[in-house]
């Protein structure tokens, strides 16, 4: 089992910068990939950035440029840090992991960019 806790959500304007971070904890010697999805109110989720063992990133075509995510193997976190948000990116953004196989969620933070 990992479990997943995500921090750094909240209000922020147009234009601004938040950094979310996920810390995993449990059976995260297994953990392969992680990353971080989003879901605005009647949308889908979407996968926002992923970051993978073998060092590859991927970030969805409405964030590259602007987001960056990072990991940190000594303190079982991963990093989200957004830059130049636009209301478009309100939305609750989830921490994800896959372990053998199986996938952990976190119970998301909200982010809310808004004048």
């Known amino acids: 089992q990992v479990h997943l806790v995500e921090s750094g959500g909240g209000l922020v304007q147009p234009g601004g910068s938040l950094r979310l971070s996920c810390t995993a904890s449990g059976s995260i010697f297994n953990i392969n990939a992680m990353g971080w999805y989003r879901q605005a109110p009647g949308k889908p989720r979407e996968l926002v950035a992923s970051?993978?063992?073998?060092?590859?990133?991927n970030y969805a075509d409405a964030v590259k440029g602007r987001f960056t995510i990072s990991r940190d193997n000594a303190k079982n976190t991963v990093y989200l840090q957004m830059n130049s948000l636009k209301p478009v990116d309100t939305a609750l953004y989830y921490c994800?992991?896959?372990?053998?196989?199986?996938?952990?969620w976190g119970q998301g933070t909200q982010v809310t960019v808004s004048s």
């Open positions: 970051t993978h063992s073998d060092g590859n990133t």
């Open positions: 994800h992991a896959v372990s053998l196989g199986d996938d952990y």
